[in-house]
């Protein structure tokens, strides 16, 4: 069995803020795009246009419906991928260490030579945030772009993970969480960021941003002014003219 790092120097991972993501899957599309051509192995689909297609995917959106005790139904959108636990039970489970985390920045890989294609990994994560590439037959998980966020062939501003480099809403933040004064740590603290579940105890890097509270006010209708009558009776000549034709 593999084991964890008793503290890492930092804590790299991702914010996502649940009321600016719009449900795109952008960030799938390009996390799909970047791990094909670049970092392991290509992740490969099945019955690509078939009837039943399935493929293998480290990021994905779920979009659920919620219905306040009060007003309308809210739609919210979810991307999940792999949190990056501290505690991370795919990582003590693998009975190669094939699963590992990194002591220097905390992110959890798979080295694929040493995988087995067993599954226990996934059966430990909580999550849901692994899966086993059927072409290849190994685990493939979020990686965080380790071969973006650290190539300094690269311009600055793209050494980010593709999902976060793509994100049109700005929906997706990239720091050390370990570090209280970075951008993404005072982001969770302003914001009230928090753990997907908890109660599992595996104590999640990637943090999530809630929902703010949506506007209950009184409803206004700015047109209702130009609408309404500029006078309940005519007057002057119009007036002559509407008691004239009643005479008809």
Known sequence: MTELPNETTRKMGLVIDLDTCVGCHACVVSCKGWNTQNYGVPLSDQDAYGAEPSGTF????????????????????????????????????????????????GIVLV????????????????????????????????????DRIYNENLPEEDRQPACVRTCPAGARHFGDLGDVESDVSKLVADRGGFDLMPEMGTKPVNKYLPP?????????????????????????????????????
């Not at 306040?68 to 949190?83: I, M, N, V």
């Not at 206004?220 to 005479?247: C, H, M, Q, Y």
């Open 58 to 105: 480290l990021n994905r959106v779920h979009t659920y419906e919620v219905q306040p005790e009060t007003g309308a139904a809210q739609t919210f959108h979810f991307p999940k991928s792999c949190l990056h636990c501290e505690d991370a039970p795919c990582v003590t489970v693998c009975p190669t260490g094939a699963s590992y985390k990194r002591s220097d920045d």
């Open 111 to 146: 080295n694929e030579d040493a995988c087995i294609g067993c599954g226990l990994c996934a059966w430990a994560c909580p999550y849901g945030a692994r899966e086993l590439d059927q072409a290849a037959g190994v685990m493939k998980k979020c990686t965080l772009c380790v």
């Open 212 to 248: 703010r509270p949506k506007d209950t006010g009184k409803e206004i209708d700015i047109l209702a002014p130009l609408l309404a009558p500029v006078a309940s009776e005519p007057t002057g000549f119009l007036r002559w003219l509407d008691k004239a034709l009643d005479k008809i």
